[in-house]
């Protein structure tokens, strides 16, 4: 009774999505760099946002846009009413796993979306996977892929899973929805799981 | 190496890796340890728990020992998400790069022990920098303490003040955000300079609140109960927070002369339980909020020249993590890394949680103290090639 009354003196703490604090890094780049970059995240001078670990080397400029994302397939409508996330870390530093647990926070609260995470695949509508490529993970992915209900998504969390990022191999598998960033900010994961769900246009 | 040479035990164990055991003054060829497997009595059985299951942060797989209610014995399987890191003959700004994302969450540690062990190895002056250098070690000790008490309240199934503390974390990454223009101090780091804009940072709010919910948890009988007389270690081996809940005042903030803080007091406990490492955590919150307001006096915004004369070197730092002590080696021939070696506090700390769980503990204790150890598997299990 006492936490539940301090929890209500508190009042609301979530914030609206349109009123974003201002991120940085990482954030949507604009411009043209010839910067010879370690992750090969510039051909031609362009952006390369799927390679990409903002390290603020090069001459490309911030804009604090917080949408990057790729959704490479049609999402079923089924997950518009509720949506259920199984995390996985393949090989990750900890910063994945961190911005993603924040979607969880006062501030964020996902839950008001009808997101929540799920103790085991076996009741998850999406895999999210985080972190390089590492062999003894591979198997344990695989077979929590295979234990999930149909129909099931995959996404890739952070630029090690999607590119390899600085660190190591990307995920051998294809995702339905790319999560970018070096950690994605939990704006970013937000707006690509509401987006591809279709809760936005 | 200033503050360190190659030879045998001198002075208290700091941890080991693959290739050397690591003391307070000494870095020793590795003895390797014999891993028996453990075997079960007819009438237990093994409850296997990991490396992928709700609950778990990092990927870790446990193998437990009980006849059903009790922890008779444990191992601990890290490597399951074992990186190969291609570090070796990459260039010192590059090689930072990848340091950075050795553990994300705990990168301001990690950085400034490679960049200090960097700088012992090319003899470059490094005095200009360590004020704030301190503090933003001092901010991802606020932010990690904060996530191993919301740990605490989240197996007790506490959730009003797990969700303050994240709100709490939050704005301490928001704080880290704003001066260091990324979450995870990201490329703010480089030898002899530290990038921010200090002026944002304003920690009064954070001493309040955390303040509010120190007190109410220390007020609440069922959370008392929960984390007082589990997970009970005293060991000489051990490091950070674990050795000062236990009575041992290990802290490289004051016995290591890698980057030294003035006029700090380490907060004690003595029982070595789960509720003393709380309470060691959650003093240390206060304790590096006014650390860091001392510091903020005494810096100046100037980019710091950087001189480098030597580029061929060995060097070494020992630094206080949140978790306990981390080291770096370095060896750079034509400023490329020729090897390059992390004593994780990780390693100590799986160590002493095995101790610890073995002690008289249940099956439901076990979240309580796992988490109380505030262990990242991510800097254990990574091999530089």
Same mark, same amino acid.
């Given at each position: 009774? =006492?936490?539940?009354?301090? #929890? *209500?003196? +508190?009042?609301?703490?979530?914030?609206?999505?349109?009123?974003?604090?201002?991120?940085?890094?990482?954030?949507?780049?604009?411009?043209?760099?010839?910067?010879?970059?370690?992750?090969?995240?510039?051909?031609?001078?362009?952006?390369?946002?799927?390679?990409?670990?903002?390290?603020?080397?090069? !001459?490309?400029?911030?804009?604090? +846009?917080? !949408? =990057?994302?790729?959704?490479?397939?049609?999402?079923?409508?089924?997950?518009? +009413?509720?949506?259920?996330?199984?995390?996985? !870390?393949?090989?990750?530093? #900890?910063?994945?796993?961190?911005?993603?647990?924040?979607?969880?926070?006062?501030?964020?609260?996902?839950?008001?979306?009808?997101?929540?995470?799920?103790?085991?695949?076996?009741?998850?509508?999406?895999?999210?996977?985080?972190?390089?490529?590492?062999?003894? =993970?591979?198997?344990?992915?695989?077979?929590?892929?295979?234990? =999930?209900?149909?129909?099931?998504?995959?996404?890739?969390?952070?630029?090690?899973?999607?590119? #390899?990022?600085?660190? #190591?191999?990307?995920?051998?598998? +294809?995702? !339905?929805?790319? *999560?970018?960033?070096?950690?994605?900010?939990?704006?970013?994961?937000?707006?690509?799981?509401?987006?591809?769900?279709?809760?936005?246009? | 190496?200033?503050?360190?040479?190659?030879?045998?035990?001198?002075?208290?164990?700091?941890?080991?890796?693959?290739?050397?055991?690591?003391?307070?003054? @000494?870095?020793?060829?590795?003895?390797?340890?014999?891993?028996?497997?453990?075997?079960?009595?007819?009438?237990?059985? %093994?409850?296997? %728990?990991?490396?992928?299951?709700?609950?778990?942060?990092?990927?870790?797989?446990?193998?437990?020992?009980?006849?059903?209610? @009790?922890?008779?014995?444990?191992?601990?399987?890290?490597?399951?998400?074992?990186?190969?890191?291609?570090?070796?003959?990459?260039?010192?700004?590059?090689?930072?790069?990848?340091?950075?994302?050795?553990?994300?969450?705990?990168?301001?540690?990690? @950085?400034?022990?490679?960049? /200090?062990?960097?700088?012992?190895?090319?003899?470059?002056?490094?005095?200009?920098?360590?004020?704030?250098?301190?503090?933003?070690?001092?901010?991802?000790?606020?932010?990690?303490? /904060?996530?191993?008490?919301?740990?605490?309240?989240?197996?007790?199934?506490?959730?009003?003040?797990?969700?303050?503390?994240? %709100?709490?974390?939050?704005?301490?990454?928001?704080?880290?955000?704003?001066?260091?223009?990324?979450?995870?101090?990201?490329?703010?780091?480089?030898?002899?300079?530290?990038?921010?804009?200090?002026?944002?940072?304003?920690?009064?709010?954070?001493?309040?609140?955390?303040?509010?919910?120190?007190?109410?948890?220390?007020?609440?009988?069922?959370?008392?109960?929960?984390?007082?007389?589990?997970?009970?270690?005293?060991?000489?081996?051990? @490091?950070?927070?674990?050795?000062?809940?236990?009575?041992?005042?290990?802290?490289?903030?004051?016995?290591?002369?890698?980057?030294?803080?003035?006029? %700090?007091?380490?907060?004690?406990?003595?029982?070595?339980?789960?509720?003393?490492?709380?309470?060691?955590?959650?003093?240390?919150?206060?304790?590096?909020?006014? &650390?860091?307001?001392?510091? /903020?006096?005494?810096?100046?915004?100037?980019?710091?020249?950087?001189?480098?004369?030597?580029?061929?070197?060995?060097?070494?730092?020992?630094?206080?993590?949140?978790?306990?002590?981390?080291?770096?080696?370095?060896?750079?021939?034509?400023?490329?890394?020729?090897? /390059?070696?992390?004593?994780?506090?990780?390693?100590?700390?799986?160590?002493?949680?095995?101790?610890?769980?073995?002690?008289?503990? &249940?099956?439901?204790?076990?979240?309580?103290?796992?988490?109380?150890?505030?262990?990242?598997?991510?800097?254990?299990?990574?091999?530089?090639?």
């Amino acid at each position: 009774m =006492m936490w539940f009354l301090k #929890g *209500i003196k +508190k009042r609301i703490k979530t914030e609206n999505l349109n009123d974003k604090y201002k991120i940085k890094y990482p954030s949507v780049l604009e411009g043209k760099s010839d910067y010879n970059c370690p992750t090969g995240a510039i051909e031609n001078n362009k952006w390369v946002k799927e390679k990409c670990i903002f390290c603020e080397k090069c !001459d490309l400029k911030p804009t604090y +846009k917080q !949408d =990057m994302y790729n959704i490479n397939n049609n999402i079923p409508d089924i997950f518009k +009413k509720s949506f259920y996330l199984y995390p996985i !870390d393949s090989g990750t530093c #900890g910063a994945c796993n961190t911005e993603f647990n924040t979607i969880f926070s006062p501030q964020y609260d996902i839950n008001r979306f009808k997101i929540f995470l799920s103790n085991t695949p076996r009741h998850a509508d999406a895999l999210v996977i985080m972190g390089v490529y590492t062999e003894n =993970m591979d198997k344990v992915i695989e077979n929590a892929y295979d234990a =999930m209900p149909e129909p099931k998504l995959l996404i890739g969390l952070g630029a090690c899973s999607v590119s #390899g990022g600085i660190i #190591g191999e990307k995920i051998s598998k +294809k995702f !339905d929805i790319e *999560i970018l960033g070096c950690p994605p900010s939990p704006y970013t994961i937000i707006n690509a799981i509401l987006k591809a769900r279709g809760n936005v246009k | 190496m200033k503050y360190y040479k190659f030879g045998d035990k001198n002075g208290r164990y700091i941890g080991s890796n693959d290739k050397y055991d690591v003391y307070e003054n @000494t870095i020793a060829s590795r003895i390797a340890e014999n891993n028996e497997k453990i075997k079960k009595e007819p009438y237990e059985m %093994y409850f296997n %728990y990991g490396p992928s299951a709700g609950g778990l942060r990092e990927s870790v797989n446990f193998n437990i020992v009980t006849p059903g209610e @009790t922890i008779r014995d444990i191992t601990v399987n890290s490597y399951y998400k074992r990186r190969r890191i291609k570090i070796i003959n990459d260039d010192i700004d590059t090689a930072l790069l990848k340091v950075e994302r050795i553990n994300g969450f705990h990168s301001a540690s990690n @950085t400034v022990c490679f960049l /200090l062990a960097v700088e012992d190895a090319l003899n470059i002056d490094n005095h200009n920098s360590n004020n704030k250098r301190i503090i933003e070690i001092e901010l991802e000790r606020i932010r990690s303490n /904060l996530d191993v008490i919301k740990g605490l309240c989240e197996s007790a199934g506490f959730s009003v003040p797990e969700k303050q503390l994240l %709100y709490l974390m939050e704005k301490v990454t928001r704080i880290i955000s704003d001066t260091f223009n990324h979450r995870y101090f990201f490329s703010a780091n480089y030898i002899n300079n530290v990038y921010g804009n200090f002026d944002s940072i304003k920690l009064d709010d954070i001493y309040k609140e955390f303040n509010e919910i120190y007190n109410g948890l220390l007020e609440s009988k069922i959370f008392m109960d929960r984390i007082q007389e589990n997970g009970i270690v005293k060991d000489a081996n051990s @490091t950070g927070p674990a050795a000062r809940a236990s009575g041992y005042k290990y802290d490289a903030r004051i016995d290591s002369k890698s980057l030294v803080y003035n006029n %700090y007091n380490i907060f004690a406990m003595e029982d070595g339980d789960t509720f003393s490492r709380f309470m060691v955590r959650s003093n240390e919150i206060f304790s590096s909020i006014e &650390i860091i307001n001392n510091n /903020l006096n005494k810096i100046n915004n100037n980019k710091n020249d950087v001189k480098i004369e030597n580029k061929s070197g060995e060097g070494a730092a020992r630094i206080e993590s949140p978790q306990g002590d981390i080291f770096y080696y370095a060896n750079i021939e034509n400023n490329k890394i020729k090897e /390059l070696s992390i004593i994780s506090p990780s390693y100590l700390n799986i160590e002493l949680f095995k101790k610890a769980i073995k002690n008289n503990n &249940i099956l439901t204790d076990f979240f309580f103290v796992w988490n109380s150890f505030g262990i990242w598997i991510s800097e254990l299990e990574v091999d530089f090639i």
